[in-house]
């Protein structure tokens, strides 16, 4: 995502929230626990521009490379130290994880810094969203109409004659529908609306206190 345009962030998104209609439950904005340059504040600004604020309330903000963490370090002091990162956990409900591919897979003398720790309360944390949310995906009108469309190809396919699996059939009504469908997506994916009930989020983590610290389910 650094390195791509405006638009080519939106296609790509569209392509992923189609392939989900009537759309996502989650969504993980992945950053790096180093430094904060630039580059990142260019996404943020990016994720800003392009979405609502209802899009970060299915948001989780999941950083890597947590060996950058100094020694008894914690995410939420390294988030704290950073304005624009720190409001950018705030808009997710204070939810934010850390994770390190490199040295904490097997590391079980320090709880903090393990990967099988991590991913579990990141797990919790998804399915807390997702129940505070009431099952609620991210989505609008535009996008449950997809869906509509999406069932009906196939349907239209299945009675087609010809002998595609099943799995073909959805992957060709889902490529069809999003062709057809992508203008008016374009300009209308921004204005999110909930496709269930509303649940506030008017704490600072929906994990476990000690812990007040982005994808896709």
Same mark, same amino acid.
């Given at each position: 995502?650094?390195?791509?345009?405006?638009?080519?962030?939106? $296609?790509?998104?569209?392509?992923?929230?189609?392939?989900?209609?009537?759309?996502?439950?989650?969504?993980?904005?992945?950053?790096?626990?180093?430094?904060?340059?630039?580059?990142?504040?260019?996404?943020?600004?990016?994720?800003?521009?392009?979405?609502?604020?209802?899009?970060?309330?299915?948001?989780?903000?999941?950083?890597?490379?947590?060996?950058?963490? #100094?020694?008894?370090?914690?995410?939420?002091?390294?988030?704290?130290?950073?304005?624009?990162?720190?409001?950018?956990?705030?808009?997710?409900?204070?939810?934010?994880?850390?994770?390190?591919?490199?040295? &904490?897979?097997?590391?079980?003398?320090?709880?903090?810094?393990? =990967?099988?720790?991590?991913?579990?309360?990141?797990?919790?944390?998804?399915?807390?969203?997702?129940?505070? =949310?009431?099952?609620?995906?991210?989505?609008?009108?535009? #996008?449950?109409?997809?869906?509509?469309?999406?069932?009906?190809?196939?349907?239209?396919?299945?009675?087609?004659?010809?002998?595609?699996?099943?799995?073909?059939? =959805?992957?060709?009504?889902?490529?069809? $529908?999003?062709?057809?469908?992508?203008?008016?997506?374009? $300009? $209308?994916? &921004?204005?999110?609306?909930?496709?269930?009930?509303?649940?506030?989020?008017?704490?600072?983590?929906?994990?476990?206190?000690?812990?007040?610290?982005?994808?896709?389910?």
């Amino acid at each position: 995502m650094d390195d791509r345009s405006e638009e080519e962030m939106k $296609s790509e998104i569209l392509r992923s929230v189609t392939e989900f209609a009537p759309g996502p439950h989650v969504f993980l904005i992945v950053l790096k626990v180093e430094r904060f340059t630039e580059q990142e504040q260019a996404v943020i600004d990016k994720l800003n521009k392009c979405f609502s604020d209802e899009f970060f309330q299915y948001a989780i903000v999941l950083f890597t490379h947590g060996d950058q963490l #100094l020694e008894e370090e914690t995410i939420e002091q390294r988030v704290g130290e950073n304005k624009p990162v720190m409001e950018l956990v705030k808009k997710c409900g204070g939810r934010c994880h850390v994770i390190d591919n490199k040295y &904490w897979k097997n590391n079980p003398q320090e709880e903090y810094r393990n =990967n099988q720790v991590q991913v579990k309360k990141l797990l919790k944390t998804i399915e807390e969203m997702v129940c505070g =949310n009431r099952g609620g995906c991210y989505t609008n009108e535009m #996008l449950q109409e997809v869906e509509k469309r999406i069932k009906r190809e196939v349907q239209l396919m299945r009675q087609s004659p010809g002998n595609m699996s099943e799995e073909e059939i =959805n992957q060709k009504a889902k490529d069809k $529908s999003r062709q057809n469908d992508m203008p008016r997506l374009n $300009s $209308s994916l &921004w204005l999110p609306r909930r496709a269930a009930g509303r649940a506030p989020i008017d704490q600072l983590g929906a994990h476990e206190p000690e812990e007040p610290y982005m994808a896709r389910e």
